[in-house]
């Protein structure tokens, strides 16, 4: 198949950024976003996401970077990378994908392509992307353009996991739409690339990845919650059950982000519009969602068993992102644990050394710490297990503390101390 492609990609964040840069050896590329600070950023080759290596962000100019949707007409292949979080009441908030649909309304041509990443419920491309763009712009799919759905499988700060090594599943609206999406990613992707029959599967096959992954970590918490009560070690006991050579292993602790966190909830979204009430799936987001409030709780029974506990407690969170290595703190379940012990009289220092400052003052109005004072603290969580605090030795974390201070190791970090606490 010749290609005289030139492809535009909408939402240049943690999936749309890095799949643009692999594009762009291959093709042409538009990267097309609204955020008009980020597409400054990006033609000056400034990445605030990290995924982008050091010694390839000069080689960004190659991509033409754009907030004006009319910049994208020449372009003939779309490619829809937008969040998909949700709402306040656990929904999908699909605004992104709407948003993203009407904007190749406004440009898409006869014979264009469009293609779905962004983490949805089955039915969704079909059933809300596809008839926006046809109301829109009067074209009709399967006879004026095609549309496939390729979930994307990014995962951030992963730097062996990245686009061309990951197994890529490819889906179309018709045999002729999926034969193109298949040979669009064979240009890049030199792993597996799977052919579903049709995008419902493509999309189902993409949100159950990640409702696996809350499913079994929901149980891991459980079964934290039941070990803290007997006073026996959860990690202990899973690596002494990991022995066995078909035991999963999956750790507790929170389930935040923009994946993992949110996923399953469109999953069972879709469920309930079909008059079924999943259990499983539910059950999982509960325990996972109350988590937070389990830390807390803890945190202030140890308080609470000390003499020197007072309303006024002087608590340092180590990490504010929803996963290690990673700058992004999006649906972090660390915000949550803040505002617990705001509540409950804890003045908050945060320190985390790979997150942008401003923009997390700019987003949630905390100021990061950036340096620690000794012996200054009644409490130190030990949140996100960043490389820069798994480097550090036993006595860093002590020397934070007061007389009778303790640390709250979340994430498994430090050896068992007198002075240490572990869920």
Known sequence: MKFKEKICILGLGYVGLPLAFEFSKKFKVTGFDLNIQKIKNLKNNIDITGEIELKNLNKLNKIFFTSDIESCKDCNIFIVTVPTPILK????????LKKASSFISRVIKKNDLVVYESTTYPGCTEEICIPIIEKKSKLILNKDFLCGYSPERVNPSDKKHKIPNINKIVSGSNSKALRKVFNLYKKIIKAKIIKTSTIKVAEAAKVIENTQRDINIAFVNELMIIFNRLNIDTNEILKAASSKWNFLKF?????GGHCIGVDPYYLEFKAKQLGIKPQVISAGRNINDSIPKFVVKEILKILKSKKNFKNKTQTLILGITFKENCNDFRNSKILDIITLLKKNGHNIDVFDPVVDSNLLFKEHGIKLVKKLKKNNY????????????????????????REKGFIYDLKNMLDKDEKIFKP
Do not use: E, T
């Open 251 to 255: 750790n507790p602790g929170l389930v």
């Open 89 to 96: 009441n656990k929904k999908p908030d699909l605004s992104y």
């Open 378 to 401: 009644d409490v130190v969580l030990g949140a996100v297990s960043h490389n820069y605090f798994l480097n550090k030795k036993k006595n860093y974390f002590l020397k934070l503390i």
